[in-house]
C-alpha cells in the first residue's frame, strides 16, 4: 500500500486557474494540469527568489520533495507554452493558510486547528480526512 500523500501548506490560490492559447478554441486543445502546490513551489522558488531550503520549510516539506515539485512544474509549464497546451491549474494535497496559525483544506475548505496532526500523520482535515 503506497504511502498517503502529505499536503503541503499554500499560502495563496492563483488569481485565475486557466490559460490557454490566444485563438484556439478549446475544443482543439490539449490540457496541461499543474497542481496548486507545484505553482506555490515555482511562486516561492522563481517568483519570490526563495532559497530552495527556506521555500521548502515554508510548505512544510522537505528540500527534495520541493526540488521534485518545482522540476515537474517547470517541466509542465514549458511543455504546455511550446506545444500550445491549455494550462489548468488544479487539485492537489494542500493546506491553505489563512493568516498567522491559520489554515484550511485545499480540498473540502474546512478550517484545520494549528498543529492537528501534523507530528505524527501529517496534515489531516477532520471533516474530509484529507
Do not use: N
Not at 499560502?11 to 496548486?36: D, H
Not at 509542465?76 to 506545444?83: D, H, P
Amino acid at each position: 500500500m503506497p504511502r498517503p500523500p502529505k499536503p503541503k501548506l499554500v499560502q495563496e490560490t492563483p488569481r485565475a486557474y486557466f490559460y490557454k492559447p490566444r485563438g484556439i478554441p478549446m475544443s482543439k486543445l490539449e490540457e496541461t494540469l499543474l497542481r496548486v502546490e507545484e505553482l506555490e513551489a515555482l511562486r516561492l522558488v522563481d517568483l519570490e527568489g526563495m532559497y530552495q531550503e527556506d521555500a521548502a520549510r515554508e510548505m512544510g516539506v522537505s528540500r527534495q520533495t520541493l526540488q521534485r515539485m518545482v522540476t515537474e512544474a517547470r517541466h509542465k509549464l514549458i511543455e504546455a507554452i511550446y506545444a500550445g497546451k491549455a494550462l489548468r491549474i488544479e487539485g492537489g494535497t494542500y493546506i491553505l493558510q489563512e493568516g498567522v496559525g491559520r489554515y484550511r483544506c485545499g480540498r473540502c475548505g474546512e478550517l484545520v486547528t494549528p498543529g492537528h496532526g501534523r507530528r505524527r500523520r501529517g496534515w489531516t482535515c477532520p471533516i474530509c480526512d484529507g
